[in-house]
């Protein structure tokens, strides 16, 4: 089974460093890869998708990501965060056909301190 | 405007007595998926749905049950709920051909 590893947990930044969030997954073959973020009291939002193509994908809110298919990897980067980017963030792959679409990973709580 | 609703948004209940979440969706989209939100664990897919009365256990579904007899509603049956179901639960949608989801705004389910 697919299995989706992000591995900080809790990542507290001050306002304008630089964020890197980790992603990796399981699965070797074509996938389709999403960050979703959560922010305080509100519902996932969809912030970037890769599905082919350029592997550095530009999302909402000045976020990127860059798939990584040697390493598995889908690694959410900002250059500068702000306090309004503090929420929890969600990576999330498919595999392509798979009836059973999104696997989540366990999610990353970002603090940014203004 | 485009959206998936679901109701109640906060539930505190007790131990055994049934309840349902409901769950709809005015984007005509296929498919629908259940999930509830634990500390730690991320999400996790409950139920989906691919279409009208198709629908399918995703990685925990013991102790609910579902529906899909409209296209827009999947409500989330717990016929008898125990304090080990006490979570955020999320309603999902999304087209058939598509792998983007769009969720509603939560139900907080407190089981006592």
């Given at each position: 089974a697919q299995s989706v590893s992000q591995h900080n947990h809790h990542v507290i930044l001050s306002e304008a460093a630089s964020l890197e969030l980790g992603c990796n997954y399981s699965y070797g073959g074509t996938v389709n890869l999403f960050w979703y973020v959560q922010y305080p009291g509100q519902h996932l939002q969809l912030l970037l998708k890769y599905f082919?193509?350029?592997p550095l994908v530009k999302g909402i809110k000045g976020f990127e990501a860059e798939f990584i298919k040697s390493k598995f990897s889908f690694n959410l980067r900002k250059p500068s965060v702000q306090w309004s980017d503090t929420a929890e963030y969600f990576c999330a792959v498919n595999e392509p056909?798979?009836?059973?679409q999104l696997t989540f990973g366990s999610g990353t709580q970002l603090t940014v301190l203004p | 405007e485009a959206q998936v609703t679901q109701n109640p948004r906060y539930l505190i209940t007790v131990t055994g007595k049934k309840l349902t979440v409901t769950c709809s969706q005015?984007?005509?989209?296929?498919y629908m998926s259940w999930y509830r939100q634990d500390p730690g664990l991320g999400l996790r897919q409950i139920y989906y749905s691919m279409n009208v009365e198709v629908t399918d256990k995703g990685d925990v579904p013991e102790g609910y049950k579902v529906s899909r007899k409209e296209k827009r509603n999947f409500p989330l049956i717990l016929e008898s709920p125990s304090p080990n179901q006490t979570s955020l639960y999320f309603c999902a949608s999304s087209w058939a051909d598509s792998y983007e989801q769009y969720f509603g705004p939560g139900t907080r389910l407190t089981v006592t």
């Open positions: 082919s193509g350029d056909g798979s009836a059973r | 005015n984007m005509n989209h296929e």
